[in-house]
Structure formats: C-alpha cells, structure tokens
C-alpha cells in the first residue's frame, strides 16, 4: 500500500468514526457486541473472577478510550516530570506499538532503536528522563523495569484497557476537539469502551478544549530544532512568507497542521498513518523547501535526515490544582500490594 492509498484509507474511517456516516450506522450492531466484551472483561477483573497482577509501588495508568492519539505521551512526560519534582523516583512502562525487538521486555534508552522498540517509548526515554520499559504486556515491562531500576512509582502509557495490570489511578485522555466521535465502539466508531467508562476513572484530561469536570491540557510548541543538530534552533518567524512542508504521523495530523498555521507558518500538508516507519523517499517533496514534523517523527528520520529538516518539541501545560489532585489521590489510593 502507497502512502496515497494509506492516507485515503485513514481519511475514511475518520469520516466515518467523526462525521456522519452511513457506514457507522449499518456497523452499529457489530459496535454492540464489541461493547458488551469489553465491559464484560473489565467487570470479570472487578469482580474477582480474574485477578489484576499488584506490583510493589503505585501505579498511575494513563490511557483513552478511543482509538489514535489523544495527547497521552506529552501527559505522561508531565507526569513523570511532576512526580520526581515532588520526591518520586518515577519509571515509564508502556507497549512498544511498532517496535520489532524479539524478545520483551525491552529496556528503553535514549538513543535505543525506535525501530526494534517503538517510537513513544524511545520519545519518552529522551524527555522524560526516566527508565522507561516496553513490552506489548504492560505487567512484563512493569516486573522488567523494578528489576532494572530502583522505580517507586510506576507511570503506564496507554494502558488503560490493560485490566491485568492492577492500578491505583486512572487518568483518561480525550482529544478536546473530536471528543468521542460517532460515540460508538469499534468497528463503528473509534471507542474501545462505552462512553460511560469515563465516570470511572479518577481524572479526565482534555487536550485542548475541556468541559465541565475535565483538567484541560494546552501544547506548548518549543522553537523548531534541527533533526541534524539538536543544538541548532531557528524561530518560527524564520519559517514564514514562503510555505514549508508539514509531516504527521500521529493519531490527529490536522492537530498539528492547524498549530503550525496559528503560529503564523503556510503549511503544506504529508499526513501519514500513525506509527508510520519512515523511509527517506517519505520525506522527499522534489524541493528543498524546510521540512517540519512532530518530535515523535523525528525519533524516526534522524538517522537519514537532510539540513532542512526541523521538528517542533511540544510541552504539555495543565493547570496547578491538576497536579495537587494527583498528589491526593496517590496519597489516597495507592497501598503497595505486593504483585501476584
């Protein structure tokens, strides 16, 4: 499949998933009995029938209940920051979508290879500045990252429907503009729970806009770095008058295209397909007009990009009492049970 070919597949599942669809509707049934599993599976773990592993230290699981991106990442890192300001030794554990390692789990470094563990966790390793372990089971790489490092906190990314692994918050992450879509389960729609799994986790975070209830979470775009030399930073100013080429490959491309426009830039738009494994030609427009891509590209391209390829560090921003309610609820709920 051609990057045109990929590009009009996610174009319409999106329509379907955010727009209004005939598609959706006639996939509605087959939504139904996918939420009924997945609650049924959720409810198997609440009652006892199956038992969560309980590792030593707590457990802040950070996930979505939709399917793509919703901002998670720049939240862990916060997240990891946060807690080590506040006296933790925190650690990072999380799937290693895309990465093509053998064995699991890996121990993830800053300059390991994104393509043997992933993109996120080698992003998450170079930001965050925590140990960070991968393995598609979030327990395996919570056992394998205690047993490498002296972690009293654990921070999982995207884990929310890991159900094995046992936590003591939940903070759920919603794209603030597509919010839940058509609001119905896969194949119909972009959840991979019912929507009321929302009222039972500790915190929802909304990237972008919130609502009432939500700690609204804001990108803060630091000066574009040279993929060559991370040392070299050029303003955005340097980029305006004449256009420059925009790649994404993450859940919500349009996201970062409309950024780059609020700062002024004429973006010509190269969305990819999340997780894309970039290869040279990908980044090849037939000029050589500068090339601006997300941090979590990046990772990806360093090892064969040219000088005019930039990308855009973001920080996330959350409100004070954000993090002071998580303090109070890890002081409230977490109770280091020993793992099973």
Same mark, same amino acid.
């Given at each position: !499949?051609? *990057?045109?070919?990929?590009?009009?597949?996610?174009?319409?599942?999106?329509? !379907?998933? =955010?727009?209004?669809?005939?598609?959706? *509707? !006639?996939?509605?049934?087959?939504?139904? /009995? =996918?939420?009924?599993?997945?609650?049924?599976?959720?409810?198997? =773990?609440?009652?006892? /029938?199956?038992?969560?592993?309980?590792? @030593?230290? @707590? &457990?802040?699981?950070?996930?979505?209940?939709? $399917?793509?991106?919703?901002?998670?990442?720049?939240? $862990?890192?916060?997240?990891? *920051?946060?807690l080590r300001q506040a006296g933790f030794t925190p650690g990072i554990v999380t799937r290693g979508y895309g990465g093509r390692a053998r064995h699991w789990p890996q121990q993830v470094r800053a300059d390991? +290879?994104?393509?043997? &563990?992933?993109?996120? @966790?080698?992003?998450?390793? #170079? *930001?965050?500045?925590?140990?960070?372990?991968?393995?598609?089971?979030?327990?395996?790489?919570?056992?394998?990252? /205690?047993?490498?490092?002296?972690?009293?906190?654990? &921070?999982? +990314?995207?884990?929310?429907q890991h159900y094995a692994l046992g936590r003591d918050i939940e903070i759920a992450v919603i794209d603030g503009q597509r919010r839940l879509g058509s609001g119905r389960c896969l194949p119909a729609g972009p959840l991979r729970e019912p929507a009321g799994r929302l009222r039972y986790v500790d915190l929802v975070v909304a990237s972008g806009t919130s609502r009432r209830g939500e700690f609204a979470m804001a990108y803060l775009p630091g000066a574009p770095r040279s993929l060559r030399d991370e040392t070299r930073q050029r303003s955005f100013e340097a980029f305006t008058g004449d256009p420059v080429h925009a790649v994404a490959g993450i859940g919500n491309p349009g996201r970062f295209f409309s950024q780059l426009r609020r700062l002024g830039l004429t973006v010509v738009e190269h969305p990819f397909p999340d997780h894309h494994a970039y290869a040279p030609e990908d980044l090849d427009f037939g000029d050589s007009r500068?090339?601006? !891509?997300?941090?979590? +590209?990046?990772?990806?391209?360093?090892?064969?990009?040219?000088?005019?390829?930039? =990308?855009?560090?973001?920080?996330? +921003? /959350? @409100?004070?009492?954000?993090?002071? #309610?998580?303090?109070?609820?890890?002081?409230?709920?977490?109770?280091?049970?020993?793992?099973?």
């Open positions: !499949m051609n *990057r045109r070919q990929a590009n009009s597949g996610q174009a319409w599942i999106n329509n !379907m998933w =955010y727009g209004r669809s005939v598609a959706s *509707r !006639m996939l509605a049934p087959v939504s139904w /009995l =996918y939420c009924l599993v997945a609650v049924l599976r959720r409810l198997a =773990y609440e009652s006892g /029938l199956a038992a969560p592993s309980r590792l @030593p230290v @707590p &457990v802040i699981v950070v996930g979505n209940i939709t $399917v793509g991106g919703s901002g998670k990442t720049p939240l $862990v890192i916060w997240i990891s *920051r946060f390991s +290879d994104p393509r043997a &563990v992933g993109d996120e @966790p080698v992003l998450l390793a #170079r *930001r965050s500045g925590c140990p960070v372990a991968a393995a598609p089971a979030r327990v395996d790489a919570a056992r394998g990252l /205690l047993a490498h490092s002296r972690c009293d906190i654990i &921070v999982a +990314d995207d884990g929310l500068p090339v601006l !891509m997300t941090e979590k +590209d990046a990772v990806k391209c360093t090892s064969f990009a040219l000088e005019h390829h930039w =990308y855009i560090p973001i920080e996330a +921003d /959350l @409100p004070p009492h954000f993090g002071g #309610r998580l303090l109070t609820l890890l002081q409230r709920n977490s109770h280091g049970q020993e793992s099973a």
